[in-house]
Every structure is written in structure tokens, then in C-alpha cells.
């Protein structure tokens, strides 16, 4: 046949992909196939992407940043929405939707000012993870979701579960703690929250992002059967209950590879050995290259203009052309952009214009309980609290308390309701600033003490607080350590002069409380002389009332620490925080050479003593336990017990589960196997059954990918901290070989 030479020219065109077929550019989407809800995900996705041209499958693997970059004289696309993290072009011809992607755990997040978005702040990541309480996780994750929606967003950045290897690292806030399975599982439960509002949320970042300190360059040196046993487990177990459409990879290297171009992580760990179906996108400023990065795993480059070059745009369709990616492996990244859009219902249900109709109120309420439930008391010498409402004088110090209550700083920054109470603190660019949420701790109490005399003092003079202690019946002092994306702690001090100002209350006053606001764990120096501790973490929104509510004793502490408190810098793995201070453009190695015995496991490893263990946290009631039994059927461990509340108020335990082998070899002495949090009446006890995920009770060997469980004695202990065993006995397991997921 012979083609006219213009019907020659645009046959190359569509064979090589940069236009569309005729007769589908002239077709609309309402009656396509891939439309059919009756197909699945993956079917769809194949669907759509027959039809597309390699331009329409190169722009959707590349991302936007949503906020302008003038110190890259970009601008952000006009179609992304304002002050947001990521905008992705869709493909209106075939009705693939933009994907609008906001930053993220603890709610609908804006890039510093002008314009932020004002929106309900669940507690931080280290809060929720403090419930142990997997259902909290997935309303907050709900509830953030559906303001996610409502904004007009259908990414949400969320599911951080970097583990807390280093007590330093400045987004501990943001994170699950430093256990596999509490941090998998909780933040496995707000994905799922997310993603039932019919928004994708990601997994990030993927792995080993443990350190802000040089993080665009520092490389984690890791073995893999260390790896898979603890922060991959943790990634691996928030991947199975949440399911996340997408996952973020890191900014570091790891094993010398950047985490965006590294086939062990991305290719042979989550898409191979995993299975996930969704797609990989890139910390903002994390791609490195084009070839290298798309052929290891990467599916998405996101954020441009952060990375140095648009390694997924021109580049990539000059790789494509030049078969260096294959034409496979091109459709591989764009199917999976667009199979979690089917699989989560982001083209079902399209986001409509984005709009401030919230409702505030009912939202507030769950990110209380969330807070609530994760506050952590850690102290309470002689009853000290629940407050009395009798109490005449009371002295409220420090912590700006007056007014709000702290947040975590960075991209997971989320601007109040009625906006910030108080303006200018903390640094004036990013992580910055240091924002307060308008959640007074100190009207809240004072509403509860009517009659009583309630003097707040800021603590910026140590004596005139003092002073004010010693004149009172009863202190709160307040004190808070503000941390953020970016920056890491020097030590875990309490910084300005707070420890002095509480040493000297709590010996003016001993009937001292102190109310912490922190990202993670931090030292206690005056620990003796104060009567009471309540861990606040960051407690979001309404994070005053909830202080309020548990300092008086409505509400019932029932949060437990998931993360140990060390007493000193020189119990840590590596005492001297690496690459610190910090040196622009630095290659340095972290040696991870704990592998998986992270946290309490390196506590009790090394026979250190902490301040407070991991799972540790008081009640104004009393917990009895009883009848702990095991079963193992099929290989399957079960392990039951009874809990009675032996006390005169209502309140949650949370029952833990630890198994300590007693011949096999593992790398610490015990691991926490199960847990769950349960509501008791007073005198009222449950019997409970909890199911051990058999990976915890095995060593990954990396040749086989397997798990294997060694057959003997373990120890399985019922405990109400990593430190405090209430009961044990002794199961032998069989001989079992699990493979890479532990089936
Ligand atoms: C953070 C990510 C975040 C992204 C987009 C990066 O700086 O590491 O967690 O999702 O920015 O704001």
C-alpha cells in the first residue's frame, strides 16, 4: 500500500507513541471498558494503557511540586493546588484524573504560609502508635482522609514508619516507634483510614530513613536478614494491613545505593518478594537519575523541580526510544500509577473542587480521643493524680500553656483552625515555624477549677516560678521539646533551661506535675523530685482539652510508651550521632551493625537499665492477670489470658505478649510477639485470645528467603512493659520454615 507522505508521517507519530490513535482522541470516557467497575484493578489499568501514547504514560510518572520554587525560579502548574506538596497531570481524554498529593500523617498539611490550609491536626505519628489501639489508628486515618478530600487532594503523602534507631532523629514524631510489629500495625491502620475515604495514601520512606542528619546523602550500611527483621517488617507489616496504593522511597542510600535507584529495595523486596501492585514515588528531591532509577524500581519522579534534573520527563522518553527502558518496563510504571487509582476508587469517585465545608467540630472529637488515648503517664507517685477538683491554689508553669499546645515541624506541618497561637517562634524558614495550635491547656484546667486559684507563670524567670510553686497547693509544670523534619536533636535534653526550671519547682513544691510535649524520648534529670509525669507528646488539635481530661482524671490514661526512654546518651547503638554536626554535601555511613535488635531489644541486649521501657504506662486503675495459656495448632501460637481491673474506676489495659526463646539464638532476648488493648469496669475481667505472627517467632535466613522457626522451648511472657512481667510459661514449637512473608 502506498501512504501519502503526511499520512506517513503521523503513522510514525502514533507508532512511536506521541500522539494518540485516531479513533479514541475522538471517543469520550463514559461507556470505555476499563469504566467497568465488575473488572479488577489490574484489568482496568491494562485496559487504559492500551490506549495510551508514550507521552500521556510519561506524564504520569512524573510529578510536580504543588508550591512555587523561587529559589529555582520555577512555579508550581497552575492546576495544582495551592501550598500543596505534588500535583501529577492525568489523562482528561481517557478520564485519568490529576492526582493532587498533600502532605500528610496527622492531617491535610500545608507548605509554610501564605495561603495555608487550616485543618483539624490528629496527634503526632509517636501519639497514635501510644494508643496501641489499631482502631484509633484508622479513624484518625479517616478522618484525616476525608479533609483530605474534601480539599480537593487525592494523595495523601502519609504512612511514615521509619523505626526509632536513633532517639535524635527529628520526624520520631512522625513515625510508629520503634517495635515491627506496633509501628506495622498502627500505621497500617491509618492507611487503611485513608484509603477508605477513596484516596490513595503512600507508605514512606522506604527504608532506612532513620536520621534527618545528612539525610540527602548519608548512607545506611545494613544486612539483609537485619533489615527484613526489623524496619523492613515494620514497612512489610503496615503494607499488608494497609495496603497502600504507593510507596515513598528515601532520600539516603543504603548498602551505597540511593533508596529511588536501589533494586534490592524497590525490585526484590516490595515489587518481587512483596508483591506490591501499586507504584513507587520519590521523596521530594530523592530521584537521581533516569535509567538506573526507572530500571531498579522507581515508577514515579516527584516534586520537580527538587531533584537536579527532570530525569522522567525528556530524559526517560529518550531512554524509552533508545530501548536503555524497555518499552515493558514503561508500560510496568504507568500501569502502576494507575492501578491503586482503580483499586482505591480515585477515578470512581473523583474529588470535586476543592472547598473548606469541614466539619470541624465532630472532627476535633476524634482527634482527641486519639490524643487521649496516647498520652502516656509515666509517673504518679502517691496518687498524685488525678487532680482534685477541691484544690484551692494551683500553679500552672511554663510551655506557653497559657495558649496551645506544640506541633511537630516540617512538611507534616498542619496550620490550625482560627490560625496559629502564637506567631514567630522557631526557625523563619523551613522546618519552620513552630506552630501552636490554639488548644489552651490552662483554660481548659481553669474551667474545671472554678473556684480555685489558677496562676500561670511562663517559667522565663526560675525563681519568680519557683516562687509561685512553693505559694501553691499543687503544680503542673509544663515543658516541651520541639522537633522537626530535617534537624536532629543534639542530645535528648529538654532545651531552654527547662530542666533547671523544673528542678527547682519540684524542690519548692513537691506535689509537681510535669506535662511533657515531645517528639520522642527525652532525659529527666529531676525524675526523683517530681511527684508525677504525663508523656503529651504532640497532642493536635484539641490537645489541651485532652490534658485537661486525663490530668482530672475523665478520661482514664491507658497510652503506653512505643519507644523505650534511655537514661543516658551512652546506652544508645552509637552514642556519637553520625555526621553530626552536619556538613552540606558530606558523604558519611551509618553503620546499622545492630540489625534487628533495635529499641528495648538493644536495651535488654546489652543489660542497659532505661528510664522508662518500651510499652511502659500508668493507670489510675489497677490490672490483675491470670489463665495465660498457649496453643499451637498448625504451628499457629495462640496465647490467651484473663484481665481483671482490680481498681474503682473504669479503664483500658494493654495486654503484651513478648516471647523470649530459651534455645534458639535470636538478636535480642525477646521480641513483643502480640498485644491488645481491652476496656474494663471496674471489678470486670476478659478473657482474651491474641494470635503470635509466626515471623516473630522465627530468623529470616537470607539465602532461602525464608523464615525459620527452630524448634525447642520459648517463654512466652504477659507483661505491661518490656521491663515488667506479670506472667510466663514455656511452649515448644515445632521445627516450621516460613517463606518471605511468613506463610
Ligand atoms: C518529606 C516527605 C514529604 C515530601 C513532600 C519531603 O521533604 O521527606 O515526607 O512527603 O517532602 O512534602
Not at 509501628?183 to 491502620?189: E, R
Not at 534527618?212 to 507489616?237: H, P
Not at 507534616?412 to 491547656?441: D, H, I, K, R, T
Request: charged fraction near 20%; proline fraction near 6%.
Amino acid at each position: 500500500m502506498k501512504l501519502t507522505y503526511s499520512l506517513r508521517l503521523l503513522l510514525i507519530a502514533m507508532l512511536a507513541g506521541t500522539i494518540a490513535p485516531l479513533s479514541l482522541a475522538q471517543t469520550t470516557t463514559t461507556a470505555q471498558p476499563w469504566m467497568n467497575k465488575a473488572l479488577s484493578a489490574d484489568e482496568r489499568a491494562s485496559l487504559v494503557l492500551k490506549e495510551m501514547t508514550l507521552d500521556e504514560k510519561l506524564t504520569l510518572v512524573f510529578g510536580y511540586f504543588g508550591t512555587d520554587s523561587p529559589w529555582k525560579g520555577v512555579t508550581r502548574p497552575p492546576e495544582s493546588l495551592h501550598q500543596s506538596a505534588g500535583f501529577v497531570f492525568g489523562v482528561p481524554r481517557l478520564g485519568i484524573p490529576n492526582m493532587y498529593q498533600t502532605d500528610a500523617g496527622v492531617g491535610v498539611a500545608s507548605q509554610a504560609g501564605p495561603q495555608v490550609r487550616e485543618r483539624t491536626a490528629l496527634p503526632s505519628g509517636m501519639n497514635t502508635a501510644a494508643t496501641w489501639d489499631p482502631q484509633i489508628g484508622f479513624e484518625g486515618g479517616a478522618m484525616i482522609g476525608s479533609e483530605a478530600r474534601t480539599s480537593g487532594f487525592n494523595v495523601m503523602l502519609a504512612g511514615g514508619v521509619n523505626l526509632v534507631r536513633e532517639p535524635r532523629n527529628g520526624r520520631n514524631f512522625e513515625y510508629g516507634g520503634e517495635d515491627p510489629l506496633l509501628a506495622g500495625t498502627l500505621v497500617g491502620a491509618q492507611i487503611r483510614g485513608i484509603q477508605s475515604q477513596h484516596i490513595i495514601s503512600t507508605l514512606k520512606h522506604f527504608a532506612f530513613n532513620n536520621q534527618e542528619t545528612g539525610r540527602f546523602v548519608l548512607n545506611a550500611k545494613v544486612d539483609d536478614a537485619g533489615a527484613r527483621m526489623s524496619e523492613l517488617l515494620a514497612l512489610q507489616i503496615a503494607f499488608e494491613q494497609g495496603k497502600p496504593g504507593s510507596v515513598m522511597c528515601g532520600y539516603n542510600r543504603v548498602n551505597s545505593v540511593y533508596a529511588c535507584e536501589s533494586a534490592y529495595l524497590l525490585n526484590e523486596v516490595l515489587k518481587n518478594d512483596w508483591g506490591f501492585k501499586g507504584f513507587v514515588m520519590s521523596d521530594w528531591g530523592a530521584t537521581h537519575s533516569t535509567v538506573p532509577a526507572a530500571n531498579n524500581g522507581l515508577d514515579q519522579q516527584s516534586g520537580f523541580p527538587f531533584d537536579q534534573a527532570a530525569y522522567f520527563r525528556e530524559p526517560l522518553k529518550e531512554a524509552v526510544m533508545n530501548g536503555w527502558v524497555t518499552q515493558a518496563r514503561m508500560d510496568d510504571m504507568a500501569h502502576r500509577v494507575l492501578q491503586p487509582m482503580f483499586a482505591q476508587g480515585v477515578i470512581d469517585n473523583p474529588v470535586g473542587a476543592p472547598s473548606d465545608k469541614i466539619d470541624f467540630a465532630a472532627h476535633a472529637k476524634v482527634t482527641q480521643s486519639d490524643a487521649e488515648a496516647g498520652m502516656v503517664l509515666l509517673k504518679n507517685a502517691n496518687k498524685l493524680l488525678p487532680l482534685n477538683a477541691d484544690i484551692k491554689k494551683v500553679a500552672i508553669i511554663g510551655g506557653h500553656a497559657d495558649v496551645g499546645v506544640l506541633s511537630g515541624g516540617g512538611s507534616s506541618q498542619v496550620y490550625p483552625v482560627g490560625g496559629m497561637a502564637l506567631e514567630n517562634l522557631g526557625p523563619a524558614v523551613f522546618p519552620g515555624p513552630m506552630v501552636f495550635y490554639p488548644s489552651s491547656p490552662l483554660k481548659a484546667i481553669k474551667a474545671r477549677l472554678p473556684k480555685a486559684q489558677v496562676t500561670f507563670n511562663s517559667g522565663a524567670d526560675v525563681a519568680a516560678a519557683a516562687k509561685l510553686a512553693a505559694e501553691s497547693d499543687i503544680v503542673l509544670v509544663f515543658a516541651n521539646q520541639w522537633t522537626g523534619e530535617s534537624i536532629d536533636v543534639p542530645d535528648l535534653s529538654l532545651p531552654d533551661n527547662q530542666d533547671a526550671l523544673i528542678a527547682a519547682v519540684a524542690k519548692a513544691n513537691v506535689k509537681t506535675v510535669v506535662v511533657l510535649q515531645t517528639g520522642g524520648a527525652v532525659f529527666m534529670p529531676w525524675l526523683e523530685n517530681v511527684g508525677a509525669v504525663l508523656e503529651a507528646w504532640y497532642p493536635g488539635t484539641r490537645g489541651g482539652e485532652a490534658m485537661a481530661r486525663v490530668l482530672f482524671g475523665e478520661v482514664n490514661p491507658s497510652g503506653h510508651l512505643p519507644i523505650t526512654f534511655p537514661a543516658a546518651v551512652a546506652q544508645f547503638p552509637r552514642p556519637v550521632l553520625d555526621g553530626y554536626p552536619e556538613v552540606k554535601d558530606k558523604r558519611f555511613d551509618v553503620d546499622y551493625f545492630e540489625g534487628a535488635a533495635i529499641g528495648y531489644k538493644w536495651y535488654e541486649l546489652k543489660g542497659h537499665k532505661p528510664l522508662f521501657a518500651f510499652g511502659h504506662g500508668l493507670s489510675y486503675t489497677d490490672f490483675a492477670y491470670s489463665d495465660l495459656k498457649t496453643q499451637v495448632k498448625n504451628g499457629q501460637l495462640s496465647v490467651s489470658f484473663s484481665i481483671k481491673n482490680t481498681g474503682a474506676v473504669a479503664g483500658k489495659d494493654v495486654a503484651q505478649v513478648y516471647i523470649a526463646p530459651v534455645t534458639a539464638k535470636w538478636e535480642a532476648p525477646k521480641r513483643l510477639g502480640a498485644f491488645q488493648k481491652v476496656e474494663l469496669k471496674p471489678g470486670e475481667s476478659k478473657t482474651l485470645s491474641v494470635d503470635v505472627d509466626s515471623r516473630l517467632l522465627g530468623m529470616y535466613q537470607s539465602k532461602s528467603k525464608t523464615w525459620q522457626i527452630s524448634k525447642g522451648d520459648y517463654q512466652v511472657i504477659l507483661a505491661t512493659s518490656a521491663a515488667e512481667p506479670q506472667a510466663s510459661v514455656k511452649v515448644r514449637l515445632p521445627k516450621q520454615t516460613l517463606n518471605v512473608n511468613g506463610k
